[in-house]
């Protein structure tokens, strides 16, 4: 997680954290965020999926990160926009919006790679889109999901995200 307030001074667009866990990235996301715009934050709130072929079953199998609840993040972030269903079913609750600055962290290739095609086309000029699980040992699906939408020459580092150039 790093601080990407950069994009605070867009003229536009709403924050998104997906794969939200307990909320504590979204705290930090909600300290240096634009206080004025939306902040939506989606999760299954029942963790993972049934890992793919692609997934490290072992670290993150099904059922892990079930541990939380909407209830929960809410106590932490109490003006975001929960949104509580299973990617990528659930990001037709987010049709319409714009982004600035979204967070992709779920740890499996088909959601991330559903979230990355998703938000790729709804990111404002400038907009920035964080991949969490790029680059970790754990998550090999993540780098083939997110090369796969944004090719690997186009993820910036030394935190792992794509600009809306
Ligand atoms: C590593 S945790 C997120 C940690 C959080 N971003 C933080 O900074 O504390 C991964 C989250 O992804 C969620 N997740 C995994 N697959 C999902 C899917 N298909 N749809 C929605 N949420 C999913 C899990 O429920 C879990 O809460």
Redesign the pocket.
């Known amino acids: ?1 790093s601080n990407f307030s950069s994009v605070n001074s867009l003229p536009s667009g709403d924050y998104a ?10 705290k ?1 996301i909600s300290e240096w965020m634009n206080p004025d715009c939306r902040l939506w934050l ?8 049934e890992p793919s072929e692609f997934d490290n079953s072992g670290a993150h199998p099904k059922g ?3 541990d ?1 609840s909407p209830e929960i993040v809410r106590a932490k972030v109490p003006k975001a926009i929960i949104v509580k ?4 079913e ?1 990001l037709a609750s987010l049709y319409g919006c714009q982004f600035r600055y979204v ?1 992709i ?4 290739y ?2 991330i790679k ?1 979230a990355s095609e998703f938000f790729k086309i709804r990111m404002v000029p400038g907009g920035i889109i964080e991949f ?2 790029y680059n970790c040992p754990d998550c090999p699906g993540a780098n083939k999901a997110v090369d796969e939408v944004f090719g690997a020459s186009n993820i910036l580092g030394p935190v792992p995200h794509w600009i809306n150039r």
């Open positions: 997680m954290e997906v794969g939200v866990f307990q909320g504590d990235g979204a930090e989606v999760d299954s709130f029942q963790g993972h999926r892990r990160y079930s939380t269903g299973y990617v990528p659930v967070r962290d779920m740890d499996h088909i959601p559903a969490d699980d």
